[in-house]
């Protein structure tokens, strides 16, 4: 009976710690795609060329491009992200592979204009090494009523 029991807690134990563990590596996939939200309005390129995997792909309202082009339009500010305000997140991790979705409103110059857009994005994310690298981002214009699923 004892054996039994002593075997239910650790097993108990390791589920928790699996948990704890998915919970984390959930909570860094959240801190970088916000962090990268911050970099982009920073401007800051060379931390996005370090996130952005060499075959990653945008997909925006106007368009699809690749780490190149992206990275040109951040830094001439053709496409300045002043402010990214993350309402809601969600987060699938499968194997080495990721996927966020955040609801967001989005505060941007887009060639001299200021706009504000309700947006869904939907960043994938691959583990390489012990490092997260975003392959594709993409935006969905939504309502601001729209929820993500959790």
Do not use: P
């Amino acid at each position: 009976m004892k054996s039994t029991i002593l075997t239910f807690v650790f097993a108990l134990v390791f589920v928790q710690m699996g948990i704890a563990q998915q919970s984390s590596e959930e909570q860094n996939l959240i801190k970088l795609s916000k962090d990268k939200w911050q970099w982009m309005a920073d401007k800051d390129v060379d931390k996005l060329a370090n996130l952005f995997d060499d075959k990653s792909k945008f997909l925006h309202m106007s368009g699809t491009w690749k780490k190149a082009e992206e990275l040109e339009i951040i830094k001439t500010g053709s496409i300045w992200y002043k402010e990214a305000k993350v309402h809601d997140t969600a987060v699938e991790v499968s194997g080495n592979t990721a996927i966020v979705w955040s609801r967001i409103t989005l505060v941007a110059n887009v060639r001299g204009n200021d706009v504000t857009t309700e947006f869904t994005v939907t960043e994938v994310f691959q583990k390489q090494d012990k490092d997260w690298k975003l392959l594709a981002l993409s935006f969905s214009s939504v309502r601001d009523t729209h929820q993500i699923k959790h």
